[in-house]
């Protein structure tokens, strides 16, 4: 929700690309996480390149963002921004005054479709039918003590809408080209 600043490229898989006021790519925007950088850097022929950094939003306490060219910590060579995510630690799940603490999420999504029967060669058309394949949920449970902290988390997100396989060619409309791709 920061103006400027877009998580782009979610597209491409589980992976986001972070845009700050145009710039993305090519280390020019410096994604950390906990205060160590994260950012991969990957080739994408005609499209350029692109950095590439995992992270599971459900595991996330706080992001802080510096746009522009930074000379703190991590800024070295992007030009763009620096951004550092921090994950939660035990304090985040142990409310104030409590040594132990636990906290569930979850969330369902909409707008997924089943892939198409195998095999089929038919264009998907038509709006989307909710068959429960987007949805996220994360357990975390903390400890406090005076000389210790301890915490434990799990989570799980699975996303709609992704049917690419080794044979997903056989459901692409090639009547434009007059060509078949092999369905392997």
Known sequence: N?????????????SMDLNIRG?????????????????????RGYRGSRNEVYVDPDLL??????KGPYSG????GA???????????ARDIVKEGQTYGARLRGSLGTNTQSPPTEGTETI??????????A????????????????????????QGNYFAGK???ATFDTSRNGSKFPTD
Request: glycine share 18%; proline share 3%; hydrophobic share 35%.
């Open 167 to 169: 044979n997903g060619a």
């Open 73 to 76: 910590a991590g800024g070295a």
């Open 79 to 89: 030009m763009g921004g620096v951004v550092n995510m921090r994950t939660i630690d």
């Open 23 to 43: 710039l993305q790519g090519q280390s020019r925007v410096n994604v950390m996480v906990d205060g160590t950088r994260q950012t991969n850097g990957s080739y």
């Open 61 to 66: 306490a706080g992001v802080d963002i510096n």
């Open 2 to 14: 920061t103006p400027g600043v877009n998580a782009v490229g979610n597209r491409v898989g589980a």
């Open 124 to 133: 998907r058309n038509g709006p989307p039918g909710f068959n429960g394949d």
């Open 135 to 158: 949805w996220s949920g994360n357990i975390a449970a903390g400890l406090v003590e005076d000389n210790y902290e301890f915490v434990a988390a799990l989570a799980r997100r699975q």
